[in-house]
């Protein structure tokens, strides 16, 4: 498909941009009203954490296949159809009678999700000329950082004002709007395939590995990382993996294309946004635990104090895109990544007491950095990918993304439980314990200054990963200069 040209393709960033942003709101909302939630349906703190573990499982399970198939189908029909089932789902949810069903019903809103994610990076890449892809990146990272700043503060005035079911309600009609105007705005696609040739085995393969993996991620502290049952599903998630890794790379029309990881760029890119996921998505939940939990700090107070994580990258996440546009991806992901680890370092040496520049200072500087780092990244894996396989090399981009957050998540919940009973330390995170004993208090800061501590060792994984991008770049250029002019 030829770049969209004119206003068009502003358009078409418009819609999918959009999708992004319903889809992260959504999350953040959810978060907030977990509390009302609980009360209203008369439920449990395992049962919400399954609201939110849920969703994230299908939405990560499905990112590979669908991008897949967006490969032999078409990536428009998919998308909008993502923002139908986001509808559907988000409507059940708000009618939902029971915590059960609200998981069910949560997962379905998965799928939808899973659709808005995998394909409006592809959607784009084909939308938009190379010169142009890492400012159109940039902006569409931009969904991500409002829903994270309205998300929370829209969810707070829902639940006050109209219920805890409005939440669900409200996106509704913006995602069937969304839809109908995506149908006119985003272009048609042409018939990638004669006939579907979906690697079905593969596909069985890489759920089931997949889905015991987040898993493990999630009940390994419940269930004891060396029960028989942790074990266990360890063990299926290692022969699965190893079956369709053998699979892959026999069939002629796999799932996923291990060839794509002969692509230097494209290895080394998987590597950083796993570890760099790893170490930037637990800031919110470590930070969380530390006001909340160490220093007796409202859910409001820590809300607003989490602002600056979020507000500086409306500014850096273009910035960072039309940079890479203009002197290569390297330099911006890999001093995006050193920024992102500096400010992990300094939320190492968190203090005792309420600091705000200690607090603000660190996170503006995540914030910016994160900015510059994203953006290219992305666009770097979409312009090293070969067309017909872009929707495949999105979906296993945002898949390793999913990976990093929940092995991230799972370890703040590690460190935050070496100081607090698992039920307090849940309950600190979804704002139904202020404060602790002053002993729990003190350990609470030490975990979280030592999580931060570890989560600066998965950065520098992640710069050392960076390494190739950079010499790659470097000789490329080198290269370009030698060659003589002609005429």
């Not at 977990?34 to 919400?48: K, V």
């Not at 997949?210 to 360890?234: K, M």
């Not at 299926?236 to 069939?251: G, M």
């Not at 998540?409 to 004993?437: C, D, I, K, N, R």
């Amino acid at each position: 498909m030829k770049p969209v040209s004119g206003r068009a393709k502003w358009s078409v960033l418009g819609v999918t941009t959009f999708g992004a942003f319903i889809a992260n709101a959504d999350a953040t909302i959810v978060v907030v009203a977990l509390p009302a939630i609980m009360t209203g349906l008369q439920s449990n703190i395992a049962t919400m954490l399954w609201t939110l573990t849920g969703y994230m499982l299908v939405s990560t399970v499905l990112l590979l296949p669908l991008g897949r198939l967006s490969d032999l189908v078409g990536r428009k029909r998919l998308f909008l159809w993502g923002f139908v089932l986001f509808a559907l789902g988000s409507a059940l949810c708000g009618a939902t009678p029971s915590g059960p069903d609200l998981i069910v019903f949560r997962c379905l809103q998965g799928l939808g999700g899973a659709a808005l994610s995998a394909l409006g990076t592809p959607i784009i890449t084909e939308a938009f000329p190379a010169s142009e892809l890492g400012l159109a990146l940039g902006i569409n990272s931009l969904a991500w950082v409002l829903g994270s700043l309205v998300g929370p503060v829209a969810g707070g005035i829902l639940v006050a004002t109209l219920g805890w079911r409005s939440i669900f309600y409200v996106t509704v009609p913006f995602s069937v709007g969304a839809a109908a105007l995506g149908w006119f705005v985003l272009p048609h696609a042409q018939k990638r395939a004669a006939k579907l040739e979906m690697d079905w085995p593969g596909l069985g393969l890489f759920t089931v590995a997949l889905t015991l993996l987040l898993v493990i991620f999630t009940e390994g502290l419940a269930w004891g990382w060396l029960s028989s049952r942790i074990l266990a599903l360890a063990l299926v998630v290692v022969v699965s993996t190893a079956l369709f890794i053998r699979r892959e790379l026999t069939t002629q029309e796999p799932l996923f294309d291990l060839r794509l990881f002969g692509i230097k760029a494209f290895g080394a890119a998987q590597t950083i946004v796993t570890f760099a996921s790893i170490g930037f998505f637990a800031t919110t939940f470590l930070l969380t635990f530390y006001l909340q939990g160490g220093l007796a700090q409202s859910p409001l107070a820590t809300g607003l104090l989490l602002i600056p994580l979020s507000a500086p990258q409306l500014l850096s996440s273009p910035m960072g895109g039309r940079l890479a546009d203009r002197i290569g991806a390297a330099w911006p992901i890999w001093g995006g990544v050193a920024g992102l680890g500096i400010g992990a370092l300094w939320l190492s040496r968190l203090p005792d007491r309420l600091s705000l520049w200690a607090i603000a200072l660190p996170l503006a500087l995540m914030a910016v950095a994160n900015g510059f780092y994203w953006p290219p990244l992305s666009s770097l894996v979409m312009k090293v990918s070969p067309r017909e396989r872009l929707g495949m090399a999105s979906g296993l981009f945002y898949t390793f993304r999913n990976i990093g957050f929940s092995l991230s998540l799972t370890l703040a919940l590690v460190f935050a439980e070496t100081s607090l009973p698992p039920a307090e330390a849940v309950g600190v995170f979804l704002g139904l314990h202020t404060g602790t004993s002053a002993v729990m208090a003190d350990a609470l800061i030490h975990a979280v200054r030592m999580a931060f501590r570890w989560f600066t060792l998965a950065f520098l994984i992640a710069l050392v990963a960076g390494i190739p991008i950079l010499l790659a770049q470097r000789s490329g250029r080198r290269t370009h200069a030698a060659e003589p002019s002609e005429g």
